[in-house]
Each structure stands twice: as structure tokens, then as C-alpha cells.
């Protein structure tokens, strides 16, 4: 049973940046078959996808266009976890931040969910 | 604005059918599988159904799944007042590179 545990601060000052970590038990991050993924949803908004990393015989992260440029989503293999990083964060940026695991075309597991509010 | 446009919300009586749909392109739904994943308020979002018309296990048979070129619908049948909650449609767009939903459909059963 896969499961993910999510860390990280749950307030961030403008303009400081976002750091969320994911941490996977009962699978690995270096999986050639899944990608590991960062989800927000603002409050009562849908769902938006921020980016994903995975391993295919080397590293690949690919990022939405909306955060592109402010996003950097990495792996820890020691740790066995996936972080995210979204720098330059405005009140906007607040929102309930997912991992997830897509495997198969869809998402097969999420973390618990961490609410991240940008305030000073 | 979302990728895949889904209506705000659906209503229905208990023991009706409901059909919420999911509109994209060829550049998504077009040429991809789609899932679908239930939300309830304050809980992490649930694997409906997966491959456009496949439900995982745990899954009763009353929610189905089915695609048709560039639109996927998720039906309920015989509604339950344990249905309410938000509906999310997804899949993979080949144009951007990235993983797109729906704006997500909030179903009241009156």
C-alpha cells in the first residue's frame, strides 16, 4: 500500500518561497512506471496541476505554464521523497498543496493534503 | 479558466440519475484516457473511475464512466444524500505537457 506524507510550513510570507516535501512509503521515487506530482486547489476552486518528476533511466520534471519559471520540483533518493519549491509566492499561491502519484494514466494515491496560506 | 470545462454544479433527487460532463479537445481528451475522482469538503479528492470507463475496486457499480471523441460523462444512478460532494474530470494534454482537470462540478442531492 502506497502512501505519501507531506511536510512543510503552512504560512509563507509574499515574496519568500514554498517548500513542501512528500515523503513515499510502499513504493520508490525512482519507479520507472509512476510520476510524482504537486496539485493545488484554492479555496472552493478546482483542481490544478503544478508539475511532476520521474525517473525513465534519467531525471524529467515538467511544469504547468501558469507557474513555469517560479517552480522546481526534485527528488531525494536517499530520502526516498519529492519536494516542491514555488518561489516568489503572492497571496494568490494560497491553497490546499497535494503530492500525488500518477501510475497508469491517473492519479493512484494522494498525500493528506498541507494548506499553505501567503501572508505577512 | 480550466483546460476541460465540466458545468458548476448538478441537482437531483434521491434515487435519480445524474450525468455530469466533461468537455476538452483533441489534444486531451481526444487522445487520452480520462479519470474522474469524487471530493468531499475538507477530504483529499477519491479515484472514481479510471481509463474512461473503469471503476477500481471498492467502487459500487452505480458510478460509471464513458468517453466519446473530445467529451467524457460520469453518470450516478439511484442517488444517495452520501453522494454530495465535488466531481473532478482529468487527463494528460499533449499540446501543453501537462496534466489537466476540470473546474470540478458540485452535486446536491435535494
Known amino acids: 500500500q502506497v502512501q505519501l506524507q507531506q511536510s512543510g510550513p503552512g504560512l509563507v510570507k509574499p515574496s519568500q518561497t514554498l517548500s513542501l516535501t512528500c515523503a513515499i512509503s510502499?513504493?520508490?521515487?525512482?519507479?520507472?512506471?509512476?510520476?510524482w506530482n504537486w496539485v493545488r486547489q484554492s479555496p472552493g476552486g478546482g483542481l490544478e496541476w503544478l508539475g511532476r518528476t520521474y525517473y525513465r533511466s534519467k531525471w524529467y520534471s515538467e511544469y504547468a505554464v501558469s507557474v513555469k519559471g517560479r517552480i522546481t520540483i526534485n527528488s531525494d533518493t536517499s530520502k526516498n521523497q519529492f519536494s516542491l519549491h514555488l518561489n516568489s509566492v503572492t497571496p494568490e499561491d494560497s491553497a490546499v498543496y497535494y503530492c500525488?502519484?500518477?501510475?497508469?494514466?491517473?492519479?493512484?494515491?494522494w498525500g493528506q493534503g498541507t494548506l499553505v496560506t501567503v501572508s505577512s | 479558466q480550466s483546460v476541460l470545462t465540466q458545468p458548476p454544479s448538478v441537482s437531483a433527487a434521491p434515487g435519480q440519475k445524474i450525468t455530469i460532463s466533461c468537455s476538452g479537445s483533441n489534444s486531451n481528451i481526444g487522445n487520452d484516457y480520462v479519470s474522474w475522482y469524487q471530493q468531499f469538503p475538507g477530504a483529499v479528492p477519491r479515484l472514481l473511475i479510471y481509463?474512461?470507463?473503469k471503476r477500481p475496486s471498492g467502487i459500487p457499480d452505480r458510478f460509471s464512466g464513458s468517453k466519446s471523441g473530445t467529451s467524457a460523462t460520469l453518470a450516478i444512478t439511484g442517488l444517495q444524500t452520501g453522494d454530495e460532494a465535488d466531481y473532478h474530470c482529468?487527463?494528460?494534454?499533449?499540446?501543453?505537457?501537462?496534466?489537466?482537470f476540470g473546474g470540478g462540478t458540485k452535486l446536491t442531492v435535494l
Open positions: 481509463d474512461n470507463d
Open positions: 500525488a502519484k500518477v501510475a497508469d494514466r491517473y492519479f493512484q494515491q
Open positions: 510502499g513504493d520508490s521515487v525512482s519507479s520507472k512506471s509512476a510520476a
Open positions: 482529468a487527463t494528460w494534454d499533449r499540446s501543453l505537457t501537462a496534466q489537466v
